[in-house]
């Protein structure tokens, strides 16, 4: 079993819509969780980052986090074309230190 | 704006021929990463200096070392390139935090074998 799994996609919204991105981990006693976005070609950028149960919201940008059923997720309300990117999920695994363990990404297409 | 660098943006070198890649950072983050991320596929760890400790992933090729002068700089040699070591190089820092702390990424070299 994968440490950190996500559907690979791709994910494809209209323009304005919702696109929710979800990602589950094996490791019960993860302990923090991050999204980042990754353009073709570029690198990874920090989107948002929690690490208590609930949501936490950040413009567009939520995150939820589910630590009973080992999952979270982010959601991007109003989705523009220029969101339309690889999200990559990390997660701060129990005994790895410093290390985050990613997952392989969902790639988002939001649609004219 | 405090940031982490790497160079070059695009290396190119022959199959067997040593190449060194470079990152740098203004953030004072203690611990610096450096990452293979080939196409499609999640950034996969090689090593990451905690100040001057250095921590190898279990299998990263030996192929693979690393190098931290100082606190700012952060260098990745490739003793004798392979095809299959094109990808894209990722160099990240944080700060000391047990993984609750964010990584945050330069924009990456990539490497072309021929």
């Known amino acids: 079993q994968k440490e950190v799994e996500q559907n690979s996609g791709p994910l494809s919204v209209p323009e304005g819509a919702i696109a929710s991105l979800n990602c589950t981990y094996s490791d019960r006693g993860s302990q923090s969780f991050f999204w980042y976005r990754q353009y073709s070609g570029k690198s990874p950028e920090l989107i948002m980052f929690?690490?208590?149960?609930g949501d936490k919201e950040d413009g567009r940008f939520t995150a939820q986090l589910n630590k009973a059923s080992q999952y979270v997720s982010l959601l991007i309300r109003d989705s523009q074309p220029s969101d339309s990117a690889t999200y990559l999920c990390a997660v701060g695994i129990t005994g790895g230190g410093n290390k985050l363990t990613f997952g392989t990404g969902t790639q988002l297409k939001v649609e004219l | 704006d405090a940031m982490v660098i790497q160079n070059p943006r695009y290396q190119v070198t022959q199959f067997g021929k040593p190449v060194t890649l470079s990152c740098s950072q203004t953030l004072n983050h203690n611990v610096m990463y450096w990452y293979q991320q080939k196409s499609s596929q999640a950034p996969k760890l090689l090593f990451h200096y905690y100040d001057k400790d250095f921590n190898n992933e279990a299998d990263t090729p030996d192929n693979f070392q690393s190098r931290r002068p100082n606190t700012s700089f952060c260098f990745l040699d490739i003793r004798s390139p392979g095809l299959g070591d094109a990808a894209m190089y990722l160099c990240?820092?944080?700060?000391?935090?047990?993984?609750?702390?964010?990584?945050?990424f330069g924009d990456g070299t990539r490497l072309s074998i021929l």
């Open positions: 990240a820092t944080s700060r000391e935090g047990r993984g609750k702390q964010p990584q945050h």
């Open positions: 929690i690490y208590s149960n």
